[in-house]
C-alpha cells in the first residue's frame, strides 16, 4: 500500500497543473459555502467543497458574450397574453395584448399562435379577424364555418416584432351575421372568443453578448422590457459603513424606479452572498479594502485600490465553480478621501447613464450635479404611462387608463379630470334647415359615466383643440382608495346613419395623453399613517427625513431597507433624484444634535438601538407597554409599526418597524410586502398598525395628551346641568357688580383725604 501512494499525489499535481495552466488571465477566490454550482444542492450527507469564484476582467475585452436574461434555461421562450379568454362582441371590436422581448440572442422561428373560435351564425363571407403587431397588420383570415369550433392563425415574426422591449399584438374582428347592412348590431350571437392558450414563442438563445457594457447599463441587471425585470443583487463590505449602504440603497431605489413593477432590488453582504455560491449577475459596492472575501482577491489583483480615481466602474465575467454559463460583475469602487455620496449619481442619474461607455472607468474628477429638485407630481395619462387616446367612428372599443393619487396627498378641494381634445371638424359642424345630429363624448370614472355634448364645446385656438373639465367626487375617491379608471367613449354617428357602412369618415376624438387628475392637496403633518408615507416624503422628495440603522445588520436588513425606500419612493416623478439621509448605532453628539432636524424611520428590535434603549418610557410600545395593552394579542402578532413624536424633537416624527414574533426578529425580519401594501391603501386614522400571523392588518388609533385634556374639560362641563350653568354665571356678575361699586367707593374716599 505504501508503495502505491505515489498515484493519488500524482494525479492531484496534475489537476492543480492544469488549473493553474486555465487561469492564465482569470482570477480565481475561493468561498465557503456548500454549494457546488448556482442553484445546486448536495445530496444527504455528502460532505460539499466550497465554492470557487472567477472572475474574468472585460476591461479590454472587444466582445463580452454572457447567459441571457431569458425567461428559462432551455432555449425558447412561450409567453402566454392573457390567463382568461376574451370574447369580442359586436360588428367591429378589438383587444390588445402585450408581450416582451428580453436582452438575448433570437434566433429566426419566432411565430404567433393564435387560438379562437366564434359564433356558427357569422357570415363567412363578411365576418374577418385581422392581426397586428404594434399596429402594423400581418395577417387577415375568414371567420366561416370550419373554423366556428377551433381556428388557428400562426403568424412568423421579424426583427421588428422580435426587437428588444414591450411589443403590442392587437386582435380585431369585424364580423355580421347576414348580408343585410341593417342587422342588428348588438345582437348576442355575434362574437368570437381568443382562447388563452394563445402564444407567442420567441426563439431566444442561452447567451447575449455586448460591445459596450457600460453603454447599456443598467441593463442586464434590470431590463424593464422583460417580464422577470430584476436579474441582479447588490453586495456590500460585512463591515459597510453608512456611505456605501447610503450608495447601495441610492443604486437599489434607482434600479427599481426603472422597471414597471418596482420590484425591489436586494441587498446582501459579501459573506452572505459567497455562503449562497449562485451564479448571478452582480453590483458590488464598496471600499477597495473593506472586501474581506472573494472580491478581497479581485481588488488586490486588479491593483484597483492604488488607482487615481474619484469613482472606479469594472466589469467582469463571473463563473461558479467553473459553471459553463457566465454572468456580470460590476463593481463599484471608491478612490482615497472620496465618498461614494460625492459621485454615485454616476449610476442612479439617468443624464449621467447616458454618457457611462466603455467595459472599465475610473473617473478623476467626478462631475457635480445640482441637486435636483423634485418635479411636481403628475397625475396625466403619460405619466401613469399611456399615449394618446383616439376613439374613431366605428370602433366600439373604449379606450380605459387607471390612474392612482398618492397616499401621501390629503385633498383640500374639488379634483376633476381635465381633458386636452381635438375634435374633428365634421363633428363639429353646423347644420341649416335640418335637425343637427348630437355628437357625444362619455367618460365613465369609476363607473360614473359623465358625458359632453361635443358640438356645445368652444375651441380654445384654430387648431380644433377644445378642454373639457370634468368633476369627480370625493366619495368616489375615496371607495376607490384613490385608484381611478377611467374610460372613454364617443357617439359620433350621422342622422340616418344607422345603417351605414362602419368605418372612420373623418370623424374622431383625440384625447392629449397631457390630459390627467387636478387634484388640490397638501401633505399633511399629522403623526398619524393615514397619509402615509407622509410626513417622511414630500412632494420634494425626503430631504428631511433621515433613516436609523443599527450598528450591526445583515443583507436580509437592508433588503427590507430598501423594499421600505422603494414603497415610500415610488409616487414620486422623479424617486431617483431624491436625498436622503442615514445615521448608525451609537449616535454620537454630533450626531444627536444632526438626527433632531430630521423626522426619523427606524426598523428592527430596540435592543438594537441604544439611543432609544434609553428612552423606552417615551415609545408606544417598550416592555412595559406591549401590544396587549393596545386591547391586542401579543401571541397572535406577526409584525408592528407605530409613529409618534420624535424622542430628539417632538416637533419632528419618528416611525418604527419592528417584528412581533421573536422566530421572526431573530431571523432579521422586521417588514411586510402586505403591511405597507396596507399602509397606503386604507387611509386608516391611527399610530399603530399591527399584522397577525393570519395576515389580518389593522390599525390602532390612539388619543394624544392634549385631545385628552380638551375632551376631558369637555366631559366635565357637558355633565353640568344648563340652569346650574346659569346660576354660577349670575352669580358671577352679581360679585363683579359688587367689586366695582366697591372699587369705586374706595377711588372716591382716597381722592377726598387728598
Known amino acids: 500500500m505504501k508503495r502505491n501512494n505515489w498515484k493519488p499525489a500524482f494525479a492531484l499535481l496534475t489537476v492543480t497543473a492544469l488549473l493553474f495552466g486555465q487561469g492564465v488571465g482569470t482570477i480565481y477566490a475561493q468561498g465557503t459555502t456548500a454549494s457546488t454550482q448556482a442553484g445546486a444542492t448536495a445530496p444527504s450527507g455528502q460532505v460539499m467543497r466550497p465554492a470557487v469564484f472567477t472572475f474574468s476582467s472585460l476591461a479590454n475585452q472587444a466582445k463580452t458574450t454572457y447567459a441571457s436574461n431569458g425567461l428559462d434555461k432551455t432555449p425558447g421562450s412561450v409567453l402566454r397574453f392573457t390567463s382568461e379568454p376574451v370574447t369580442l362582441g359586436g360588428v367591429t371590436e378589438s383587444f390588445d395584448y402585450y408581450y416582451s422581448v428580453p436582452r438575448a440572442t433570437i434566433g429566426s422561428n419566432n411565430y404567433l399562435e393564435i387560438l379562437f373560435s366564434h359564433s356558427e351564425l357569422l357570415n363567412g363571407t363578411r365576418s374577418t379577424l385581422t392581426v397586428s403587431v404594434d399596429d402594423k397588420p400581418l395577417k387577415s383570415v375568414f371567420l366561416t364555418k370550419e373554423t366556428a369550433q377551433q381556428g388557428k392563425i400562426r403568424i412568423p415574426l421579424g426583427a421588428d416584432e422580435t426587437a428588444l422591449g414591450f411589443h403590442k399584438i392587437t386582435i380585431t374582428k369585424h364580423s355580421q351575421l347576414t348580408d343585410n347592412i341593417c342587422d342588428d348590431q348588438n345582437n348576442p350571437a355575434n362574437w368570437v372568443k381568443i382562447d388563452k392558450s394563445s402564444f407567442a414563442f420567441l426563439d431566444t438563445q442561452a447567451v447575449t453578448s455586448s460591445v459596450d457594457l457600460l453603454k447599456e447599463y443598467p441593463v442586464p441587471f434590470v431590463e424593464p422590457g422583460n417580464s422577470t425585470e430584476v436579474f441582479t443583487k447588490i453586495v456590500v463590505p460585512d463591515a459597510a459603513d453608512q456611505d456605501v449602504v447610503a450608495a447601495a440603497l441610492k443604486v437599489a431605489t434607482s434600479l427599481s424606479a426603472q422597471t414597471a413593477t418596482k420590484r425591489p432590488i436586494p441587498i446582501m453582504t459579501e459573506s452572505e452572498w459567497k455562503a449562497k455560491g449562485e451564479l448571478g449577475h452582480v453590483i458590488a459596492i464598496g471600499n477597495p479594502e473593506g472586501w474581506t472575501g472573494p472580491l478581497k482577491t479581485l481588488v488586490a489583483s486588479q491593483g484597483i485600490a492604488t488607482r487615481e480615481q474619484k469613482l472606479g466602474l469594472d466589469y467582469y465575467q463571473l463563473r461558479v465553480n467553473q459553471s459553463t454559463e457566465a454572468k456580470l460583475l460590476l463593481l463599484v469602487s471608491k478612490g482615497k478621501e472620496t465618498s461614494f455620496a460625492e459621485t454615485i449619481h454616476l449610476l442612479t442619474d439617468k443624464e449621467m447613464n447616458k454618457q457611462l461607455a466603455g467595459n472599465q472607468l475610473a473617473v478623476k474628477q467626478a462631475p457635480s450635479v445640482q441637486a435636483a429638485e423634485q418635479s411636481l407630481i403628475s397625475l396625466s395619462l403619460a405619466s401613469g404611462g399611456y399615449s394618446h387616446v ?47 345630429p348630437q355628437h357625444q363624448l362619455t367618460v365613465t370614472v369609476n363607473g360614473v359615466p359623465y358625458t359632453v355634448l361635443l358640438q356645445q364645446l368652444k375651441a380654445v385656438d384654430d387648431n380644433d383643440n377644445y378642454r373639457v373639465s370634468i368633476p369627480i367626487s370625493q366619495s368616489v375617491i375615496k371607495e376607490a382608495n384613490h385608484a381611478l379608471t377611467v374610460s372613454f367613449s364617443a357617439s359620433m354617428d350621422l342622422k340616418g346613419d344607422a345603417c351605414a357602412p362602419e368605418n372612420n369618415k373623418g370623424r374622431w376624438v383625440f384625447v392629449d395623453k397631457e390630459s390627467g387628475l387636478n387634484v388640490p392637496h397638501e401633505v399633511p403633518a399629522h403623526r398619524s399613517f393615514r397619509y402615509w408615507p407622509a410626513p417622511f416624503v414630500q412632494d420634494t422628495g425626503m430631504k428631511d427625513t433621515a433613516f436609523l440603522l443599527p450598528e450591526k445588520w445583515t443583507g436580509e436588513y437592508l433588503s427590507q431597507f430598501s423594499m421600505l425606500m422603494n414603497d415610500m419612493l415610488s409616487e414620486l416623478s422623479n424617486p431617483k433624484g431624491s436625498s436622503f ?42 416592555k412595559i407597554k406591549e401590544l396587549n395593552q393596545y386591547h391586542v394579542i401579543n401571541e397572535t402578532s406577526r409584525y408592528v409599526a407605530w409613529v409618534q413624536p420624535s424622542i430628539w424633537n417632538r416637533e419632528r416624527t419618528l416611525s418604527v418597524f419592528q417584528s412581533a414574533d421573536a422566530s421572526h426578529a431573530s431571523q432579521g425580519t422586521f417588514l411586510h410586502a402586505d403591511l405597507l401594501h396596507y399602509l397606503k391603501n386604507s387611509n386608516e386614522d391611527g399610530q399603530i398598525v399591527v399584522m397577525s400571523k393570519s395576515n389580518e392588518v389593522f390599525t390602532i388609533q390612539l388619543e394624544d395628551e392634549e385631545e385628552k385634556q380638551t375632551k376631558g374639560i369637555n366631559e366635565v362641563v357637558g355633565n353640568i346641568p344648563l340652569w346650574l350653568i346659569g346660576v354660577i354665571l349670575a352669580v358671577f356678575l352679581i360679585v363683579l357688580v359688587i367689586f366695582i361699586r366697591l372699587f369705586k367707593k374706595e377711588k372716591e374716599k382716597v381722592r377726598r383725604k387728598k
Open 390 to 436: 383616439t376613439l374613431e367612428h366605428g370602433n366600439s372599443r373604449t379606450q380605459q387608463v387607471n390612474l392612482k393619487i398618492p397616499s401621501h396627498w390629503k385633498i383640500t378641494g374639488d379634483v376633476t379630470l381635465d381633458l386636452k381634445l381635438k375634435i374633428s371638424p365634421l363633428l363639429m359642424q353646423q347644420y341649416e334647415g335640418e335637425e343637427k
Open 581 to 622: 439621509v442615514i445615521f448608525q448605532e451609537p449616535l454620537n453628539e454630533k450626531a444627536l444634535q444632526e438626527i433632531a432636524s430630521y423626522n426619523v424611520v427606524a426598523m428592527g428590535g430596540i435592543q438594537q438601538y441604544p439611543s432609544l434603549q434609553k428612552v423606552q418610557g417615551q415609545l408606544l410600545i417598550n
